[in-house]
């Protein structure tokens, strides 16, 4: 069948979550998912006086790794060891739930030096992202016996205790972190779903694309699924040159996604290349972090 007897379409509601099912299903036939550590978000706080000064926000994903989504204190609160804390906590809940690998992201700006204090490694770097700074991808094997770090100035510990937080404080958290973004890289672009799908002439989903422009003009590649009786005929490769059409025209420079092992040649493929590996993820494969400019 010709790809112009396909029809590309808006997803309607939830289609973006079976695409993901479709590509997770794919994957698990790979590397099968460790049954403890499937979709949950942890989070974790510091009170003074009933008034959040710092915490984060740890997911827990699938083969045995956690990823530290959020980290943020107080300005006047910095600099006393609360930072340290939260990392500490954010560890031993990841091991808790079976976790061997934590990663995070963090720009230039932000606290690269304080994580590798505590034996992250950068294992992704990028270049103008945001525009005119430079982001990282750290990682930590957490099940090595690596000495803790404890901080020269770590008076927090006699004032604070970490405690477990709500939904409610992990956006509060997320607002604190994102004033503080703001200050050295403001918005750009307002965040734009481009999820699409194909369908046949019965009108049946036989392919779709989950994508969206963020606030730092970045097109994020979420999810790109084929109904594996339509593949080979180039329609992943159609939906994603689509996806960089339209998150070009929203503005969009720069388009950044995840790959493993078994789907990394798609990408490369499609003009795609490796900004970072992380080693062993699954146990036993490799995963990529890849970006391509617009």
């Known amino acids: 069948m010709e790809l112009d007897q396909y029809k590309l379409?808006?997803?309607?509601?939830?289609?973006?979550?079976?695409?993901?099912?479709?590509v997770g299903a794919y994957a698990d036939s790979f590397a099968p998912p460790e049954p403890h550590t499937e979709g949950e978000r942890l989070v974790f706080k510091a009170e003074d006086d009933g008034k959040i000064v710092g915490g984060c926000i740890l997911?827990?994903?699938?083969?045995?790794r956690a990823v530290l989504g959020c980290l943020w204190v107080d300005e006047q609160y910095r600099g006393h060891g609360l930072g340290s804390m939260l990392i500490r906590a954010a560890e031993n809940a990841a091991r808790e739930k079976g976790c061997y690998y934590l990663c995070l992201g963090t720009l230039d700006f932000q606290a690269r030096p304080l994580y590798e204090k505590h034996g992250f490694q950068v294992f992704t770097t990028t270049e103008g992202f945001p525009r005119g700074h430079k982001s990282w991808s750290l990682s930590k094997r957490l099940d090595r016996a690596d000495p803790d770090y404890i901080p020269t100035h770590n008076d927090a510990a006699a004032h604070f205790v970490i405690l477990p937080g709500t939904k409610e404080?992990?956006?509060?958290?997320?607002?604190?972190?994102d004033r503080y973004c703001d200050a050295f890289a403001p918005d750009e672009s307002e965040e734009a779903e481009l999820n699409r799908k194909l369908v046949d002439a019965d009108g049946r989903m036989i392919a779709g694309i989950v994508a969206e422009v963020?606030?730092?003009?970045?097109c994020d590649l979420d999810s790109v699924w084929v109904d594996e009786a339509h593949r080979g005929q180039g329609l992943g490769s159609r939906l994603?040159?689509?996806?960089?059409?339209?998150a070009k025209e929203a503005g969009a420079y720069i388009a950044l996604t995840n790959a493993c092992d078994w789907n990394v040649g798609f990408f490369t493929k499609n003009g795609y290349t490796v900004r970072g590996v992380l080693e062993d993820y699954p146990k036993g494969h490799r995963a990529y972090e890849l970006q391509k400019l617009l």
């Open 9 to 22: 379409l808006p997803c309607e509601e939830g289609e973006d979550e079976y695409i993901e099912e479709k």
């Open 59 to 64: 997911n827990i994903h699938q083969w045995g």
């Open 169 to 177: 404080d992990g956006r509060s958290i997320g607002d604190g972190l």
């Open 214 to 218: 963020g606030c730092w003009s970045e």
């Open 240 to 246: 994603l040159r689509e996806a960089e059409r339209e």
